[in-house]
């Protein structure tokens, strides 16, 4: 089955510079790869995620990077603020095995005013 | 709000007490998903429904856990005999039909075991 590993497993950055975080995942046969944010006691949400066939895709200040060749993908958020400090997940997903999405750790992200 | 709900937000029982958690998916989603997530670690896949057929079930769900979606609308998760490593969120999620099948989480249940 699929494994995904994330760091760093915190990040600590100034508001105005920019934060990455890098998942890698073993199943070469994975095709979508969601992002999450979650605040503290809050549900996950999806903020941005990049099919198989994407090479990046950005949402105003958030960027995703897929390398499908080092089966490894990368969250960029640029000019950080405070309120984007929260803990993010990233995912991958099998096409043949419906259920299976395997999350990553984590990354705990404060961004210091 | 039109996404996911759970209910209770919070649950604080006993050893050995059982407890369950209830589920109502954004209503055009077919599948629904039930998640464990303990502290410091992403959400860890339980079990999966299709309409109302369970389709998968994780070897991390023990017999004490049981899920069940009769309607193929909301669903249940039941938790017998409760121990203290059964502490956790328990996050539900829900998605279309498709080749993407984007999963939308609900709020969580907090399950405390004393």
């Known amino acids: 089955g699929e494994n995904v590993e994330q760091h760093p497993s915190t990040l600590s950055v100034q508001e105005g510079d920019s934060a990455v975080i890098k998942c890698t995942y073993s199943d070469s046969a994975s095709n979508y790869f969601p992002w999450y944010k979650q605040e503290l006691g809050k549900r996950p949400q999806l903020i941005i995620d990049?099919?198989?066939?994407?090479g990046e895709k950005k949402d105003q200040r958030i960027a995703v990077t897929l390398n499908k060749t080092a089966k490894h993908f990368s969250l960029h958020i640029t000019e950080t603020q405070p309120e984007d400090s929260a803990v993010y997940f990233c995912?991958?997903?099998?096409?043949?095995?419906?259920?299976?999405?395997?999350f990553g750790a984590g990354t705990r992200l404060t961004v210091k005013p | 709000d039109t996404g996911v709900s759970q209910n209770p937000r919070h649950k604080i029982t006993k050893r050995g007490q059982n407890v369950t958690f209830r589920c109502d998916p954004i209503?055009?989603?077919?599948?629904l998903y039930w998640y464990r997530q303990t502290l410091g670690q992403g959400p860890e896949f339980l079990t999966y429904f299709q309409n109302e057929a369970q389709l998968e079930k994780s070897r991390l769900l023990s017999d004490r856990f049981s899920a069940e979606r009769p309607k193929g609308s909301f669903s249940t998760l039941e938790i017998q005999r409760t121990e203290q490593g059964d502490s956790a969120m328990y996050l539900c999620?829900?998605?279309?039909?498709?080749?993407?099948?984007?999963?939308?989480f609900g709020p969580g249940t907090r399950l405390l075991v004393l």
């Open positions: 995912a991958a997903k099998e096409p043949h095995n419906n259920n299976d999405m395997r």
């Open positions: 990049i099919r198989s066939n994407v």
């Open positions: 209503s055009e989603h077919n599948r």
């Open positions: 999620a829900s998605s279309r039909t498709d080749t993407v099948g984007t999963q939308y």
